[in-house]
Nanobody, 121 residues
């Protein structure tokens, strides 16, 4: 199983970016998916959660600005980021709880490789 995050880049404060994360491999189903971020010198922090049914929850710092969504058929999760601030600068990671084919409903966490988001002031 592999997760690949992409869509990061350099954007001015107030701008928008959409991150995507694609899952591939021996996947039976994907349960809860997460977006995390890690800024230089800081611990990795949870940004958004989205369940298989599409329920979402967000860190207080991004509520009202970020929106997570997913396409279960395509095994994709997205993070729409609006009104970006310099403090949103970080490497963003996707994480998914995956049940592999033949795993008898036992899920395992997988991480994507991260995509850099830089917000200039």
């Amino acid at each position: 199983v592999q997760l690949q995050a992409f869509g990061g880049g350099l954007v001015q404060a107030g701008g928008s970016l959409t991150l995507s994360c694609a899952a591939s491999g021996n996947i039976f189903e994907i349960n809860t998916m997460h977006w995390y971020r890690q800024a230089p010198g800081k611990q990795r922090e949870l940004v958004a959660i989205i369940t298989s049914g599409g329920n979402t929850n967000y860190a207080d710092s991004v509520k009202g600005r970020f929106t997570a969504s997913r396409d279960n058929a395509k095994k994709m999760v997205y993070l729409q980021m609006n009104s970006l601030k310099p403090e949103d600068t970080a490497v963003y990671y996707c994480n998914a709880a995956v049940v592999e084919i033949g795993a008898f409903s036992r899920e395992r966490p997988y991480w994507g490789q991260g995509t850099q988001v830089t917000v200039s002031s």
